[in-house]
């Protein structure tokens, strides 16, 4: 029997999915970490903020995250049933079967989310018990290793939609042909990612980990557009952009801001006062391409 094939649309989501996941494990593991304190402090308001950050995205595209995660389910042979003996108590169990993430991001804040998953007894605290908090990131740890399966299995099964990908670029006409492209940002991974991405796309790009050299390579290059990730070693993104400006004031008028935050209100009133675009994280892959197509664009 032919094995079902998945659209590249489809394929892009699950690994979104995935992706978010782990940032939402990663944010609870650092909420628990009991090694550190004997009673870990409460969550910060940039927090509580990248929780409904990704409870929104997770919200938004459940329906079309679930029929996928459903096929999956269903072909594994660890798959439990709703009528079996483990889950039978289980209020709307085929429900919970086929979307075992809702648990992790129905909650409306974070305190709501510790005590629906009886790791505290009230909404009101933070009083979170060492006991039940390991036994949650064990879940999570459990539940990551099916995720991993799950992107691994789609994977295997999407085809790549020329159409809709090329329907997803600006064309060649308004876009400017093999424009250079600096990215300096302190993640080594969002570098490969972005350079990959970016590469794909046909432009030239450089990347450095490093404002200073960032600096230095404007000075020797003549480059179309910069993307700066924040935080940034060597000196502050106000600071490297004061210089770009002195530098290369056109480059200045194309720089993209990759901010982990902009709930930080100086950092909002500096890209709205220069008239920056900017994108928070995670992005998504689409998303970036557009703005960075759109900006290099003749149009613009």
Same mark, same amino acid.
């Given at each position: 029997? $032919?094995?079902?094939?998945?659209?590249?649309?489809?394929?892009?989501?699950?690994?979104?999915?995935?992706?978010?996941?782990?940032?939402?494990?990663?944010?609870?593991?650092?909420?628990?970490?009991?090694?550190?304190?004997?009673?870990?402090?409460?969550?910060?308001?940039?927090?509580?903020?990248?929780?409904?950050?990704?409870?929104?995205?997770?919200?938004?595209?459940?329906?079309?995250?679930?029929?996928?995660?459903?096929?999956?389910?269903?072909?594994?042979?660890?798959?439990?049933?709703?009528?079996?003996? %483990?889950?039978?108590?289980?209020?709307?169990?085929?429900?919970?079967?086929?979307?075992? +993430?809702?648990?992790?991001?129905?909650?409306?804040? %974070?305190?709501?989310?510790? !005590?629906?998953?009886?790791?505290?007894?009230?909404?009101?605290?933070?009083?979170?018990?060492? !006991?039940?908090?390991?036994?949650?990131?064990?879940?999570?740890?459990?539940?990551?290793?099916?995720?991993?399966?799950?992107?691994?299995?789609?994977?295997?099964?999407?085809?790549?939609?020329?159409?809709?990908?090329?329907?997803?670029?600006?064309?060649?006409?308004?876009?400017?042909?093999? $424009?250079?492209?600096?990215?300096?940002?302190?993640?080594?991974?969002?570098?490969? @990612?972005?350079?990959?991405?970016?590469? $794909?796309?046909?432009?030239?790009?450089?990347?450095?980990?490093?404002?200073?050299?960032?600096?230095?390579?404007?000075?020797?290059?003549?480059?179309? @557009?910069?993307?700066?990730?924040?935080?940034?070693?060597?000196?502050?993104? +106000?600071?490297?952009?004061?210089?770009?400006?002195?530098?290369?004031?056109?480059?200045?008028?194309?720089?993209?801001? %990759?901010?982990?935050?902009?709930?930080?209100?100086?950092?909002?009133?500096?890209?709205?006062?220069?008239?920056?675009?900017?994108?928070?994280?995670?992005?998504?892959?689409?998303?970036?391409?557009?703005?960075?197509?759109?900006?290099?664009?003749?149009?613009?």
């Amino acid at each position: 029997m $032919a094995k079902k094939r998945y659209s590249a649309f489809e394929g892009e989501l699950v690994f979104q999915w995935v992706d978010r996941w782990f940032q939402l494990g990663r944010l609870l593991w650092d909420l628990f970490r009991f090694d550190e304190t004997p009673s870990p402090p409460p969550p910060t308001e940039i927090d509580g903020i990248n929780y409904q950050g990704l409870r929104f995205w997770f919200i938004d595209h459940e329906s079309q995250f679930r029929p996928l995660w459903r096929d999956f389910y269903r072909s594994q042979d660890w798959v439990l049933r709703p009528d079996g003996d %483990l889950i039978a108590e289980i209020r709307d169990a085929e429900y919970v079967l086929e979307n075992a +993430f809702f648990c992790w991001y129905g909650p409306e804040n %974070l305190y709501q989310l510790v !005590h629906a998953l009886d790791i505290q007894s009230g909404i009101d605290i933070w009083e979170p018990s060492e !006991h039940r908090a390991w036994t949650a990131m064990m879940d999570v740890l459990q539940m990551s290793t099916k995720v991993v399966e799950f992107y691994e299995w789609i994977n295997e099964r999407t085809e790549m939609d020329v159409t809709t990908c090329e329907n997803d670029k600006v064309t060649e006409s308004t876009k400017e042909p093999g $424009a250079d492209i600096l990215v300096v940002d302190h993640d080594v991974s969002y570098l490969k @990612l972005v350079s990959r991405l970016l590469t $794909a796309e046909g432009y030239e790009v450089d990347i450095t980990l490093d404002a200073t050299d960032a600096l230095n390579k404007i000075r020797r290059k003549r480059y179309n @557009l910069l993307i700066a990730g924040q935080p940034m070693p060597g000196m502050k993104f +106000f600071e490297l952009y004061e210089y770009v400006k002195t530098v290369d004031p056109s480059l200045a008028k194309r720089t993209f801001v %990759l901010d982990v935050s902009v709930t930080e209100k100086h950092m909002r009133e500096f890209l709205l006062k220069n008239k920056l675009s900017y994108m928070s994280r995670p992005f998504e892959t689409k998303q970036l391409l557009n703005e960075v197509n759109w900006m290099l664009s003749e149009d613009k």
